[in-house]
T-cell receptor, first 114, second 113 residues
Framework: TQLLEQSPQFLSIQEGENLTVYCNSS?????LQWYRQEPGEGPVLLVT?????EVKKLKRLTFQFGDARKDSSLHITAAQPGDTGLYLC??????????????FGSGTRLSIRP | SQTIHQWPATLVQPVGSPLSLECTVE??????LYWYRQAAGRGLQLLFY??????ISSEVPQNLSASRPQDRQFILSSKKLLLSDSGFYLC????????????FGNGTRLTVT
């Protein structure tokens, strides 16, 4: 069974602090995507990482794909209250019978206190 | 531009009643279509995905089923709802392949009483 495990599950920090969210698996993924979801809405894509070791930056957010393509991390610098939300990683496991299957991680609920 | 419509937005159904949730995509052809379910504040559980008409993969054995009567229409059904079917149901589409981004509908909040 392919699983994507995220940690921490919950994180509450003060505005201006830095944080890192992790997404780990025992399976290899062709790529990993990161989404952010607001209550009552569908998730919205932040970034896709495709190459092992790849690093992508989106303003104060830095995403990294592990060399072995089994894990990824999201680092936020100087967190703002607007960063509050549910962060989800997702991907398609390599070697699965279908190249179109996309599974999600367990989610990290982030709360930034003003 | 492409849009995805999902309805209804909220639904309250008694245990044992049937279910039909509908999702349609506009502005693209032959999309990959997905149904996910989400418990409060948690990740998304993949229920079904489809790469074409009559090509539906089921990920979780349960009392739910999916159908794709038209290229851009995806329906989630149940003959008899269980309490455990309560949750937030999300439909999504991609152009194809697991590297393609998922585009989500606004979801259906289902409460089984």
């Amino acid at each position: 069974t392919q699983l994507l495990e995220q940690s921490p599950q919950f994180l509450s920090i003060q505005e201006g602090e830095n944080l890192t969210v992790y997404c780990n698996s025992s399976s290899v993924f062709s790529s990993l995507q990161w989404y952010r979801q607001e209550p009552g809405e569908g998730p919205v894509l932040l970034v896709t990482v495709v190459t092992g070791g790849e690093v992508k930056k989106l303003k104060r957010l830095t995403f990294q794909f592990g060399d072995a393509r089994k894990d990824s991390s999201l680092h936020i610098t100087a967190a703002q209250p607007g960063d509050t939300g549910l962060y989800l990683c997702a991907g398609g496991p390599l070697g699965d019978s279908s190249a179109s299957k996309i599974i999600f991680g367990s989610g990290t609920r982030l709360s930034i206190r003003p | 531009s492409q849009t995805i419509h999902q309805w209804p937005a909220t639904l309250v159904q008694p245990v044992g009643s049937p279910l039909s949730l509908e999702c349609t995509v506009e502005g693209t052809s032959n999309p990959n279509l997905y149904w996910y379910r989400q418990a409060a504040g948690r990740g998304l559980q993949l229920l079904f995905y489809s790469i074409g008409i009559d090509q539906i993969s089921s990920e979780v054995p349960q009392n739910l089923s999916a159908s794709r009567p038209q290229d851009r229409q995806f329906i989630l059904s149940s003959k008899k709802l269980l309490l455990s079917d309560s949750g937030f149901y999300l439909c999504a589409w991609t152009r194809g392949g697991s590297n393609s981004p998922l585009h989500f509908g606004n979801g259906t909040r289902l409460t089984v009483t």
